[in-house]
């Protein structure tokens, strides 16, 4: 017999031997288990809940939620840091060079 | 008791009916998980979720498919579901061990004896469930509902919710790719001799 159809008888074989096959039996006290499992399963949504978020697709779209709130936060901080920075500097130049008019009141009650 | 009175008594929360039916129906739960996932432990497994899944929603069975059609098809989809869950774990458990610098055992791939099959048919068998795992799913449900389970072309069509010639067809394509896989894995284990 060649090499060829050697093979394909053995792929036969192997195709027919679930041909007279036994059905599997479950294991014993699987009553009792399917019970425990379900006064289980009552207690722990908290872990329903965590596998949930756990999960790669939700994981992943919380951290690009909080990534996006951080640079939401850092670009108004950017801008808002802008306009004070124009208003302190506006402050300083009037304070150096007195910009205000002196009155009467101001020539004649100088600080020390 | 017949079977709607049974399922009657479930869908009124009748402890007792659960018990007559986990008792009626376990092998048939328990072997068709086995023929899926081929792991006595996560067939067990998928058993108990089936059983839990029929408690819990046996009362949007309307009884328009048989009761042992429903109870088939949410099987497979539980399997099919821990199945995908596997491979996810098997995926991270992958990227984790990259970044692992401890040396881990490494796992081989598991070697399925189904306990159904005749002693002198193990070793044919266990290369036949070898090769299973690389068909498309929808042609290794119905090979297993059909050679496993017994089931006839017309029921795994109702199982499968799809046509008679479409099982027809998915069973004889299987057939095609098994033999296909198996000359190819006699054919490597000719050339290591």
């Known amino acids: 017999m060649s090499n060829i159809e050697n093979i394909n008888k053995l792929a036969e074989e192997a195709l027919s031997s679930v041909d007279s096959i036994k059905r599997a039996t479950a294991k014993p006290f699987l009553l009792t288990r399917i019970h425990a499992r379900m006064n289980k399963e009552t207690v722990s949504l908290w872990e329903k809940a965590g596998w949930y978020i756990s999960r790669p697709v939700v994981a992943f779209a919380g951290l690009c939620l909080i990534l996006l709130i951080n640079a939401a936060v850092i670009v108004s901080k950017n801008s808002s840091t802008q306009t004070t920075n124009v208003e302190q500097t506006t402050q300083a130049s009037s304070d150096e060079f007195s910009y205000t008019v002196a009155t009467i009141y101001d020539v004649y009650n100088n600080q020390p | 008791m017949n079977q709607p009175d049974l399922i009657a008594q479930l869908q009124q929360g009748d402890e007792q009916a659960f018990t ?147 099982v027809e067809s998915l069973i004889s394509r299987a057939k095609a790719n098994l033999k296909k896989e198996l000359i190819k894995y006699y054919g490597t284990l000719k050339d290591t001799i």
């Open chain 2, 20 to 166: 007559k039916l986990v008792e009626e129906w376990q092998d048939m739960v328990y072997n068709t998980a086995l023929g899926i996932v081929q792991n006595e432990e996560d067939a067990d497994d998928i058993t108990q979720e089936v059983f839990i899944q029929v408690y819990q929603s046996i009362s949007s069975f309307k009884g328009i498919s048989k009761f042992s059609t429903w109870l088939y098809r949410i099987t497979v989809s539980k399997a099919l579901d821990h199945e995908k869950k596997k491979k996810r774990k098997k995926r991270f458990g992958f990227v984790q061990s990259l970044f692992n610098n401890q040396d881990e055992e490494i796992l081989l791939p598991a070697v399925f004896d189904h306990p159904g099959v005749e002693l002198e048919k193990k070793e044919k068998a266990r290369e036949l469930f070898n090769v299973l795992k690389n068909i498309p799913d929808k042609q290794r449900i119905a090979f297993t509902l059909h050679k496993l389970e017994g089931k006839s072309h017309q029921e795994v069509a109702e199982i499968m919710n799809t046509t008679l010639f479409a």
